[in-house]
């Protein structure tokens, strides 16, 4: 009984990081694309961001309502929702993707903020290093909002590029713990 339930946890374990890993490397592939070729029409860029946003957002709010036990992602249905609204408003007004990619990254650095909070709880040595990315990214996100169209999509395709690496490579140490605890 007991193995068949070890089993299925580690299968939904493992498709859960490769997800993860997946979307890691689609945000390391669009912030490729927007720093090295940043006079991309700007309504693709602001497409592009929108369904990133949107499509982040769903999965913050699925993971809250999978994992709404569980103190980590407790704040995964505000930032969702915030997601999703800045994703739609990306797609229908252009014109705003600075704004709106700023306002992303003050998102994406205030939800690190709190993760490195709650894992400083559980005495969980990463909190700092999630913290300080945090802290980080809500102050490009900052920056962000006052720069110019060019160095925005510039910006925010380092800013992809460094979420997404940070992310995969995040993901493969709590695949690398976990195995201790699932084999």
Do not use: H
Not at 115 to 139: A, M, N, P, Q
């Amino acid at each position: 009984m007991f193995g068949k339930l070890l089993g299925e946890v580690k299968g939904i374990f493992n498709a859960i990081t490769i997800a993860e890993m997946v979307d890691a490397l689609v945000y390391v592939i669009i912030g490729l694309l927007f720093f090295f070729n940043p006079t991309l029409s700007f309504t693709l860029v602001a497409v592009l961001t929108g369904i990133v946003l949107i499509i982040n957002g769903v999965i913050s709010i699925c993971s809250y309502f999978k994992r709404s036990n569980i103190d980590l992602y407790n704040y995964n249905l505000i930032f969702g929702i915030l997601l999703v609204i800045v994703g739609i408003v990306t797609l229908f007004m252009n014109y705003l993707v600075a704004i709106t990619l700023g306002i992303y990254l003050i998102i994406i650095g205030a939800q690190k903020l709190c993760y490195g909070l709650i894992l400083r709880k559980f005495d969980e040595s990463s909190w700092i290093t999630v913290f300080i990315i945090g802290f980080l990214f809500f102050i490009l996100g900052v920056v962000t909002i006052f720069t110019s169209p060019d160095a925005v999509v510039k910006v925010a395709g380092i800013c992809l590029l460094g979420y997404g690496l940070i992310n995969f490579v995040n993901t493969l140490l709590l695949r690398r713990r976990a195995q201790y605890f699932l084999s």
